[in-house]
């Protein structure tokens, strides 16, 4: 029977509360809020069965999706494209600049349902979408995407970003393709949220054209991650390379180290290590040439509760990793096994600095490079 008296999860025994949070991680219950309330439904009720439906409650959309009309079947339109300007929605997705088509079945395949967009109406065209998220968790998105196989130009550039900040970059070659063999492709990226809020938004980098990048089957997702990390590798994260150059991280996978990634962006195939709650990233998702070494580079704020603990910072990299915090070097390895440093960090702002070298010449899937890193408290 349950209390009549209001009771947190920081009420019950530690042992319990402890059982409960186990149920609730395995079943895939992501977000510290989420599981708090699952974890004391879980508890009172004595029943680990609660796990699977807390899951379920977890979002509206199911699974703890958190987009909307992802495979843009809203609106459905009876024609083989209409073109949408500044402005014009498409369920929870609006044309923030240039202009898109959304596209129906009878004018090419879709990767899903009965309609897909063309990020390209004659105008480089941006959709976006804001999203309820949780402070502090990471969001897998997976998408398909092609390419608009009717006009000259072969190569359809976009790129996708998260409040902002550029997570990944997209070629697609359109060369051998029709309407009726579009060649969808699958592709994943991942984000950490900053607040309760974040904006997700794909951006056509097509110039001059009437007709550029394919998209379909957009799912975010929480990915579930130890509640001990405190910090760990993400696209997104700042890198410089020996030439000078400098950007943003993309997941790296596809390719003989990383065959693909899980729900839970392990790799799934491949030479490299699996490390959980640290997927790999690289410059680009794959090698390009002339890139390494490349130095990844992330401030992290440590509260003073975890100050209080002691912290183990755990990296790889290919073909090999020095990694240094505030300037000073803790630990170095390779790509086939994890390396781990303790480190005891007063509460403030800290600097992490990762320096991978990929040996070897240029061959983007056979010789790739990544890093993978996560700190965490230990005790």
């Known amino acids: 029977m349950f209390p009549y008296v209001h009771v947190t999860v920081a009420d019950l025994p530690t042992a319990q509360s402890d059982a409960a949070f186990r149920s609730c991680q395995a079943s895939g219950v992501v977000g510290q809020s989420a599981l708090d309330a699952c974890a004391l439904d879980v508890a009172l009720s004595g029943d680990p069965d609660m796990a699977a439906g807390a899951l379920v409650m977890q979002s509206g959309t199911g699974a703890g ?6 495979s843009f079947e809203q609106p459905a339109i009876g024609s083989r494209f209409v073109s949408l300007g500044v402005g014009a929605t498409m369920g929870a997705w609006t044309v923030e600049s240039g202009s898109v088509d959304l596209v129906h079945s009878s004018y090419w395949q879709p990767a899903a349902g009965n309609q897909s967009i063309d990020l390209n109406s004659c105008s480089p065209g941006r959709i976006s979408q804001t999203m309820s998220v949780e402070p502090g968790q990471r969001y897998r998105i997976a998408y398909s995407y092609a390419g608009n196989p009717e006009t000259a130009d072969r190569l359809k550039k976009f790129h996708v970003e998260v409040d ?24 994943v990226t991942a984000f950490v949220a900053t607040g309760d809020r974040a904006t997700i938004a ?29 910090a760990s590798s993400n696209p997104g994260d700042a890198w410089t390379d020996q030439s000078g150059a400098s950007g943003l991280a993309e997941l790296s996978y596809g390719h003989t ?18 490390m959980d709650d640290a997927p790999w990233v690289w410059a680009h998702q794959f090698t ?3 890139e390494g070494p490349v130095t990844f580079t992330r401030t992290v704020r440590i509260t003073s509760a975890q100050a209080s603990h002691q912290l183990r ?9 020095t990694a240094a915090v505030d300037g000073q070097q803790v630990l170095s390895g390779g790509f086939t096994s ?14 992490l600095t990762f320096v991978v070298t990929n ?21």
Not at 313 to 321: E, I, K, R, S, Y
């Open 359 to 379: 040996l070897g010449g240029y061959q983007p899937s056979n010789n790739p490079g990544g890093l993978a890193w996560k700190l965490r408290t230990v005790d």
């Open 313 to 321: 910072l755990t990296a790889m990299g290919d073909d090999v990793m």
């Open 65 to 70: 999706e958190v987009a909307g009309n992802g």
């Open 202 to 230: 794909f951006q056509s980098d097509q110039l001059g054209s009437c007709g550029g990048a394919a998209l379909d089957d957009i799912v975010i997702t929480p990915v579930s991650t130890s509640t001990s990390v405190i």
């Open 164 to 187: 902002g900040t550029v997570v990944d970059r997209r070629t697609f070659d359109t060369t051998g393709r029709t309407t009726g063999s579009m060649g969808w492709t699958p592709a």
């Open 288 to 290: 390009r040439n002339g």
């Open 338 to 351: 994890p390396t781990s440093a303790d480190l005891t960090l007063t509460p403030g702002d800290h600097t």
């Open 257 to 274: 180290g990383c065959t693909s990634l899980d729900a839970s962006l392990r790799c799934v195939g491949g030479g490299w290590a699996v």
